[in-house]
């Protein structure tokens, strides 16, 4: 996807082992004890790229728009499924809680053993 980001934006895309390595700087980069993690893939993709001679303002964009497609993008319908996933849930607890409220609970039952 990043080398196709690439080629949406220049008809030249980097060689494929420069944007395996940027690619794998930048999950390097992942580690850094950031806020939110936001930026430090971003740069060091950039940056790898940079230092190896891909033009500053083609890598940006193409690592951005990358970024946004592979990233940001999925969040949204994550946020909505979990919302709904909460919403299930809770419906669950309420007929479960129905239920136990309906019937008498095993443990008050006394059995006779032969």
């Known amino acids: 996807m ?5 080629h949406a934006y ?7 082992a420069v944007i395996v390595m ?9 580690t850094l004890p950031l806020p939110g993690g936001i930026g430090g893939v971003d740069g060091g993709m950039i940056g790898a790229f ?9 890598a940006t964009v193409a690592v951005l ?7 940001w ?20 607890r309420d007929e ?6 309906a019937q008498p609970s095993p443990g008050g039952l006394l059995y006779k053993v032969k």
């Not at 728009?65 to 990233?71: D, I, L, N, S």
């Not at 479960?96 to 409220?101: I, K, Q």
């Open 65 to 71: 728009t990358y970024r946004a497609f592979a990233f």
């Open 50 to 58: 940079a230092a190896f001679d891909v033009p500053f303002g083609y």
């Open 22 to 30: 940027a690619y794998f700087v930048g999950m390097l980069a992942n």
């Open 2 to 6: 990043l080398w196709a980001c690439f």
């Open 73 to 92: 993008l999925p969040t949204l319908p994550g946020a909505i499924a979990y919302f709904q996933l909460r919403r299930t849930v809770a419906g669950w």
């Open 10 to 16: 220049g008809a030249d895309p980097p060689p494929i």
């Open 96 to 101: 479960r809680a129905a239920v136990g409220e």
